[in-house]
């Protein structure tokens, strides 16, 4: 039972900073730039695939009863249906495959980082495909809008995010964590 409770506690506080991340943002016109994926590459590399999966999907269900949990704190499910919600059901793919990643390549920084960029392009993918079937525009003006201004700050993210990881998985597995 201790252990349940410190695993859903563990879920909740990355639900909580995939929340807080995507309100730091940079308003674009068609799709912000915001730090939830950062969030999104912790959960999966802190908490392993199912349950950074769980903590992501939390952070999706709620924006999509309405808490305004999304970028600009917006939240419904519109904003899922929406041109931008690809990338919101992408952070799963990403959480899901920086987990799998991890758990078969350790915590290694390249490794992560690798991982994470792996994670980054599933989340890409889904995305972009989301927004031109939304949008109706083209592979090049998508890949415009939804990914160039973004493989910088994402790489970064990246950079950060897998330094944390590897900084905290001691300390969390002392806590009963994932690692």
Known sequence: MKTNLRQFCFCAVFTALCAVCAQIQIP???VPINLA????????ALLGAKRGVAAVAAYVMLGALGAPVFAGFAGGVQVIMGKTGGYLLGYLIAALLVG???ARWGIGYWRLCFAMAVGTAGCYFFGTIW??????????????????PFLAGD??????????ARRLAAPLRTLGGEM
């Open 100 to 102: 799998l990643l991890r």
């Open 37 to 44: 994926l950062f969030a999104v590459h912790l959960a999966g």
């Open 28 to 30: 674009l016109p068609m």
């Open 131 to 148: 927004f031109m079937a939304v949008t109706g525009t083209g592979i090049w003006t998508s890949l415009v809008y939804c990914v160039f």
């Open 155 to 164: 790489a970064l993210k990246i950079a950060l995010a897998a330094y944390l």
